[in-house]
């Protein structure tokens, strides 16, 4: 996906901890941008919450960026760094992308429909979030639907099974499972729990006698 939304960045100098820290309480993120096309890694910071929003929208869309002294690039988010305590997003990489070359990127799986599985009792479990998928930066699809309307008990939906949009091919092995309906486990009585129970006991007997044996 490509959006119109030009990402405001500030230049900044190659600082130290202290440095940085120090506009992360600012209430800005410092970051890198580089790529084909840029003279050199340039480091810039940009606005916190507009960063925030922007990962929770379109976190791998192809957005412009007005960089001071290198002019206007098509960038996308190469790597993404956190607090491992907070999870505050500490340090961001954009690369510049080449509107007119393939990329390897990602993108979110949404489930539609209810599946018959559903309706007769079965959970819907969520395999995959996101499909890695190549394309022209500006095919990059927002979403990728998932139908699981037709999905029985125990039945599944596999990457082969996706319609995906003109232009975007998937990178992962195509029999990789994105959703499965899995049938509802049956409440057990408790004649059957008590037999469970015996047939462990009986089992771990037999263990230890395993072991004795060997050990003699």
Do not use: W
């Not at 690369?95 to 209810?114: E, H, Y």
């Not at 995959?128 to 998932?146: M, R």
């Not at 899995?182 to 047939?199: G, V, W």
């Amino acid at each position: 996906m490509v959006t119109n939304a030009t990402l405001q960045v500030e230049r900044r100098d190659i600082g130290s901890r202290y440095e940085l820290n120090k506009i992360r309480k600012s209430g800005k993120i410092p970051g890198v941008i580089y790529g084909k096309g840029m003279s050199a890694p340039t480091p810039v910071s940009l606005d916190g919450k507009q960063l925030t929003a922007l990962i929770r929208s379109h976190r791998h869309a192809v957005i412009e960026v007005d960089v001071p002294g290198e002019g206007k690039h098509p960038i996308m988010m190469a790597d993404l760094q956190r607090d491992p305590l907070t999870q505050l997003i500490t340090h961001i990489d954009f690369q510049r992308v080449d509107m007119n070359t393939k990329i390897n990127t990602s993108a979110r799986l949404d489930v539609t429909g209810t599946s018959l599985g559903e309706k007769e009792g079965g959970m819907l479990q969520f395999v995959l979030h996101e499909l890695a998928i190549e394309c022209y930066p500006k095919d990059i699809p927002d979403i990728i639907k998932a139908d699981v309307s037709g999905l029985g008990l125990g039945e599944h939906l596999t990457i082969a099974d996706l319609q995906l949009p003109a232009g975007v091919v998937a990178t992962q092995d195509p029999e990789t499972v994105i959703v499965a309906i899995l049938a509802p486990q049956k409440e057990r009585t408790e004649e059957e729990l008590d037999q469970m129970q015996d047939a462990d006991v009986e089992n771990r007997r037999h263990r230890e006698a395993a072991l004795a044996v060997e050990k003699d």
